[in-house]
């Protein structure tokens, strides 16, 4: 059951309201239970492929007469993350990741590359990843140290990957590697890899979150010249255009993750009775929701209104992308925690629904940037525009 006030999604097209009821509908009623009956910490290829057969891969990957096209609206993945997040986040993560790995090749690939690999992309038959965090570098891609050796009119790769959504079992990889030692975020270039490519092994890693995770090992790997993404030496710009379009949907997870939160807290204090009445008349149980529903809202008006600044071309987007995320992603974590105090014990029983949202809540904290970079972005930009204006 889900919890609503209309007045909530009134800042909504009527088009955008019926795509987020749409996608919490599909995502309870028909991708729940295939994601149920996968195997937890592997790529769910069935839900793959429902995720294409519902049309949620459509506005991943656009088509005209020119080819494939990479103009994906940011408030569409954020209002399709929400409702697939509130209704099943197995679904909500094998989409994002889907699209968080194949956006660089439909940005930056060749047509060439684009119609070797997102037909299949398309229709959920291998998933995508993207490889961008090391043993040694995450939020600071600048010192990324998988190698890239000039190899004739290609390279070869060498280093290792870790943290990487949906490995080892994906289809393809954007994987982003050094071209240029010591030249900071300047000499980074973004390559399409299949997984099949020789020299190419990974791992499983097992972590709080159920979705898959692994460690990548690139032994010498050979990439031609068509299966770069965009100019070499400028991988850097290929990553964060991919993490400006995503990072305010991953606070759309987080919003997802916290009505869905909500909605368990909500249901359970109206029915719940303890000495003599309902909790929710208790003060200390519905004021502590309601603040946290009055913040997840504002979380939620700010990822829309990072996602709509992107989707109208402003650039960049950094500034407001960070403040969704972070706001959206902290305040996900209390509302589930908040939840789960208020079920009790229950809420912590393997398999209920809080406390699978616990199990997941807390990675989007880290994950594209965590929150300590978040603020870091928020900050600098805070100053930099105190000096603009003492400039003037």
């Not at 990889?173 to 980074?188: Q, S």
Request: proline share 4%; net charge negative.
């Amino acid at each position: 059951m889900s919890v609503d006030l209309p007045v909530l999604d009134a800042h909504l097209s009527d088009d955008e309201r019926a795509l987020l009821r749409d996608c919490l509908r599909i995502a309870r009623d028909e991708l729940a239970p295939i994601a149920e009956a996968g195997e937890e910490g592997r790529v769910n290829g069935e839900l793959l492929r429902a995720l294409a057969g519902h049309g949620l891969f459509d506005r991943l990957y656009a088509r005209d007469e020119d080819g494939w096209r990479g103009d994906v609206s940011a408030l569409d993945l954020c209002l399709i993350r929400e409702g697939l997040a509130r209704g099943s986040t197995e679904a909500e993560t094998a989409f994002a990741v889907q699209g968080l790995g194949s956006f660089p090749l439909l940005q930056s690939g060749t047509a060439a590359a684009r119609d070797r690999w997102v037909p299949g992309l398309a229709a959920g038959e291998y998933a995508a990843a993207f490889a961008l965090s090391e043993p040694e570098a995450g939020s600071d891609v600048a010192s990324l140290a998988l190698r890239a050796t000039p190899d004739g009119d290609g390279f070869r790769l060498s280093g290792e990957k870790i943290w990487i959504s949906n490995a080892p079992d994906a289809g393809v990889y954007t994987v982003f590697a050094r071209t240029t030692p010591g030249a900071g975020a300047r000499g980074l270039t973004a390559f399409v890899v299949p997984a099949d490519s020789p020299g190419l092994h990974g791992e499983r890693l097992e972590l709080v979150a159920p979705h898959p995770v692994g460690h990548l090992f690139f032994d010498d790997v050979p990439v031609a010249a068509d299966q770069i993404l965009g100019e070499v030496d400028r991988g850097f710009a290929v990553a964060m255009r991919t993490l400006d379009l995503f990072r305010p949907s991953v606070g759309a997870f987080a919003v997802g993750m916290a009505r869905a939160a909500l909605d368990e807290a909500v249901v359970h204090g109206r029915e719940r009775h303890a000495f003599g009445r309902p909790l929710k008349d208790f003060q200390a149980v519905s004021h502590r929701h309601a603040d946290i529903a009055a913040r997840v809202q504002g979380a939620r008006l700010l990822v829309h209104h990072a996602a709509r600044a992107y989707d109208a071309g402003v650039r960049p987007v950094t500034q407001a992308a960070a403040m969704a995320k972070l706001v959206a992603t902290e305040v996900a974590q209390e509302a589930v925690d908040a939840a789960i105090q208020t079920l009790g014990a229950r809420g912590l029983q393997r398999g209920h629904r809080l406390e699978h949202l616990y199990r997941e809540v807390r990675a989007p904290r880290i994950y594209e940037g965590a929150s300590e970079i978040q603020r870091e972005i928020i900050a600098r930009g805070l100053f930099a525009a105190d000096q603009n204006e003492e400039a003037r």
